[in-house]
Nanobody
Framework: EVQLQASGGGLVQAGGSLILSCAAS????????IGWFRQGPGKKREGISC????????YYPDSVKGRFTISSDNAKNTQYLQMNDLKPEDTAVYYC???????????????????WGQGTQVTVSS
């Protein structure tokens, strides 16, 4: 059974940083496309990145490019989302999700993903 555990959220001031983690069990990261999504208050769920061993990492919204970075520890089956220069508009519940395969142009869509972590709240104060 595939399980994902997202963690690392919290309250941070604007300009600060957080590192989120997504730990997977029951499957190897080598086989997966790993996506990060977020859902802010009153907003729809938004894909912010997809990463796979075969295609590298793709970021979707321009708002996170240059501020958010993905890294992985395949030995621990864990991916990290480093978030720098956080802004109040980054406030959201952040989710990691996976599907077996590789990232492609449709990987920003939530329906592509088969397994989801429980989400971790990130709150950025101004």
């Amino acid at each position: 059974e595939v399980q994902l555990q997202a963690s690392g959220g919290g309250l941070v001031q604007a300009g600060g940083s957080l590192i989120l983690s997504c730990a997977a069990s029951g499957v190897s990261f080598d086989e997966l496309a790993i996506g990060w999504f977020r859902q802010g208050p009153g907003k729809k769920r938004e894909g912010i990145s997809c990463s796979s061993s075969s295609t590298g990492t793709t970021y979707y919204p321009d708002s996170v490019k240059g501020r958010f970075t993905i890294s992985s520890d395949n030995a621990k089956n864990t991916q990290y989302l480093q978030m720098n220069d956080l802004k109040p508009e980054d406030t959201a519940v952040y989710y990691c999700a996976v599907y077996e395969g590789f990232c492609h142009i449709d990987s920003s869509y939530a329906f592509k993903y088969d397994y989801w972590g429980q989400g971790t709240q990130v709150t950025v104060s101004s």
